[in-house]
């Protein structure tokens, strides 16, 4: 039987919940999974005056989900992305702008099986600070090329412990912790973003600024010379188009014999018949000498 009731906190949240949905402009789902509680605070009080965390029960924030979505179409998008330990944010800060708040409090982490990587962990060919013994046969097992030589650890080649996104695994983070290294970057993620009737996938919210500008200034000069070169009419490219024009209407009216006359023509018109006539008016006196 579909339950009709609930406890009076339940209906509370439930009620809180749904009053959000509807009057926020972006409702994020957070993935907190693993997070320390004295860091989610410290991301709680950045946020403070420009958005909000709601902690929730899974099949709480899906029934709330559900309910507003019948008044605010998309929001159940966002069902998808409820897995684990979840949270909603609300806020009016574009998606983006969000995203980059939240990854500005993080912490490093020890490498633990099942963790994923923030970074890619290389050990370099070379001499270690490894001291002889033991280590050398635990750098061999994980796969990595190394022996003892003048009473040194050497690694004879490069290798590569983990590469960034990856799942760590049991013998990966024993080397890691081995070798001293904290590839886990602890913080709040935002699994996907609801804003004007959109969802924005996790991913899709890790934009590099510099890269987008610069991608847009080249599809902006490659618009604005297939306009040109198709002599199409915008805005942007009329003053390029009219100088083009009336450069080539003064060419030809120099070009006509004779010589078109024109407000912008007619100054070099008399200079050059002023030349001529100069010319000829010497011809004529070298004649009458002769």
Do not use: C
Request: glycine share 8%; proline share 5%.
């Amino acid at each position: 039987m579909k339950r009709t009731s609930y406890p009076s906190w339940k209906t509370e949240v439930l009620q809180k919940l749904k009053e959000k949905l509807l009057s926020s402009r972006v409702v994020g789902v957070l993935d907190f999974e693993g997070f320390p509680s004295h860091l989610f605070q410290r991301v709680r009080e950045k946020l403070r005056g420009k958005g909000e965390i709601v902690v929730a029960k899974n099949t709480l924030i899906r029934l709330a989900l559900s309910e507003a979505s019948k008044e605010r179409k998309g929001l159940e998008g966002l069902l998808e992305h409820l897995r684990g330990q979840s949270a909603l944010l609300f806020a009016d800060l574009p998606p983006v702008k969000l995203n980059r708040l939240l990854k500005e409090e993080k912490e490093k982490a020890p490498a633990k099986p099942g963790r994923v990587s923030s970074m890619e962990v290389v050990i370099r060919a070379g001499e270690t600070d490894f001291a002889p013994g033991p280590v050398v046969s635990e750098l061999q097992r994980a796969g990595v090329k190394a022996r003892v030589q003048a009473g040194k650890v050497v690694v004879a080649e490069d290798f590569t412990v983990v590469r960034k996104g990856e799942v760590i695994t049991k013998e990966t983070a024993d080397l890691l912790l081995k070798i001293g290294v904290e590839p886990v970057d602890l913080l709040l993620k935002l699994r996907a973003a609801y804003d004007g009737g959109l969802i924005y996938s996790g991913d899709l919210l890790e934009l590099d600024e510099e890269v987008v500008r610069g991608e847009l200034l080249r599809a902006h000069q490659e618009a604005l010379a297939l306009a040109l070169g198709l002599e199409y009419p915008t805005p942007l490219t009329l003053p390029t188009l009219l100088l083009k024009s009336h450069l080539g209407a003064l060419a030809l009216a120099r070009a006509l014999s004779p010589a078109f006359p024109t407000r912008e023509t007619l100054p070099e018109l008399l200079a050059r018949a002023h030349l001529q006539a100069l010319h000829l008016s010497s011809r004529l006196e070298e004649g009458k000498g002769s």
